[in-house]
């Protein structure tokens, strides 16, 4: 176990990139391969998989590249720093210049480059600490961004919609990923993330449909929708102390489990990821509450086994499962709007014996066409159970048969 703690670790020192193939990393020796599946289309949005083959992708060599030309940039001086406001030139690969007028050029402003489609290469010096959003939004050509090092944070919608980009270098002072910043980039295969990193923002990586490796050793916060519809996502690793929304993974219907490192001794951080039959639960230190956040749609099983400690079932935790039976632990106190969201094969829902539920939302179940009983007779007469919480329809419309 540590041998292979180590080993991914140093692995992380040695790449720490966004790319669609990272060489002799071991993590990605198949993510060349979408894979035999790669037609299938996400329910949940409109992104398609790629398919075919993505070719070894080997990142560009900058040693022998000059600078670009000063006038191909439109740009102001405050404070005695360079802001880059613009792009005018021709060339596809771009080397923005350290210093421009000896002056250091510190920040790329909103929009520098978006939907330029001739670019297929930008170096940004580590001069560089802030960038804009949506610099390269609609670059198509884009295939490689080269980050300085120094940055904190990657934009909103910096590369929204850059089909073509298969690498960008994750930066070592890196803190966080804002919304919609890799969104449908579509021939990325591989997220490794350095340790600074502290949160990646929602949609940040939607519609990815080859990513196949995300590593997030300690990342405390993941947003909503985070990696949706990357319908061929296999490999995560996320911290035991990471917050998250359980919609963060919907429609990733290859992803069957996730390995989970474990937290700091002595560490502050209330919060806890468990793993167990498919289902990733939140918690805290004082195993107070138990949250079922998220079942993976790749895990397969035909009857949902729940931890007996679960106490909620968060909305869309069980989103495009395919179990056909649940009974809920007596524990659980709370079911969401769409915990049960097309769970197509589910036809029997029932409630272990002094069940203490208190409240099912409405549509808590939605979208599940072959739900034919919900018995509720363990469940206290005075629960707040929406009379649209099936279905649309109320539990008397699923009532077992007598």
């Known amino acids: 176990m540590f041998r292979k703690l180590f080993a991914v670790m140093l692995m992380v020192a040695m790449c720490m990139t966004v790319t669609a193939c990272s060489g002799d990393n071991k993590t990605s020796e198949n993510s060349g391969n979408v894979g035999s599946d790669a037609t299938e289309t996400a329910e949940s949005g409109t992104a398609e998989t790629v398919n075919e083959e993505i070719p070894a992708y080997v990142p560009f060599d900058w040693t022998n590249v000059a600078d670009t030309a000063a006038s191909a940039f439109e740009y102001t001086t405050p404070d005695g720093n360079v802001l880059i406001l613009g792009y005018t030139g021709t060339d596809t690969t771009v080397r923005i210049p350290e210093t421009i007028d000896g002056l250091p050029v510190t920040d790329i402003g909103v929009d520098v480059f978006r939907n330029n489609e001739t670019i297929t290469h930008v170096y940004i010096p580590d001069s560089v600490t802030v960038i804009g959003e949506n610099t390269f939004r609609g670059c198509t050509a884009l295939v490689e ?146 949250y079922a956040m998220r079942m993976f749609e790749g895990y397969k099983c035909d009857t949902l086994v729940l931890n007996p400690a679960t106490t909620e079932l968060h909305f869309a935790a069980f989103y495009g499962c395919g179990f056909s039976s649940a009974e809920i632990p007596a524990n659980v106190t709370k079911i969401e709007s769409r915990a049960f969201s097309g769970c197509l094969n589910l036809t029997t829902i029932t409630f272990q014996s002094g069940s203490a539920l208190n409240t099912i939302e409405r549509e808590a179940v939605a979208y599940c066409n072959a739900l034919v009983t919900v018995d509720l007779s363990a469940v206290p007469a005075d629960a707040n159970i929406h009379e649209e919480a099936f279905n649309g329809k109320s539990a008397a419309d699923y009532a077992p048969a007598k």
């Open 145 to 290: 961004v080269r980050f300085s090092d120094t940055l904190r944070y990657i934009p909103v919608a910096i590369f929204s919609g850059c089909k073509a980009l298969k690498y960008a270098n994750m930066p070592a002072a890196l803190v966080g990923i804002e919304q919609s910043a890799f969104l449908d980039c579509v021939l990325l295969t591989e997220v490794i993330l350095p340790e600074s990193c502290n949160y990646i923002s929602e949609k940040a990586f939607s519609g990815c449909t080859s990513l196949t490796t995300v590593y997030a050793p300690k990342v405390e916060n993941i947003g909503q929708l985070t990696f949706s519809d990357c319908a061929n996502l296999t490999n995560v690793t996320l911290y035991e102390g990471c917050y998250l929304h359980g919609n963060a993974f919907n429609s990733c219907k290859k992803l069957s489990g996730v390995t989970i490192l474990p937290i700091e001794e002595g560490s502050l951080r209330n919060v806890r990821l468990i793993f167990e039959n498919g289902i990733l639960y939140m918690t805290n230190t004082e195993g107070s509450y138990m």
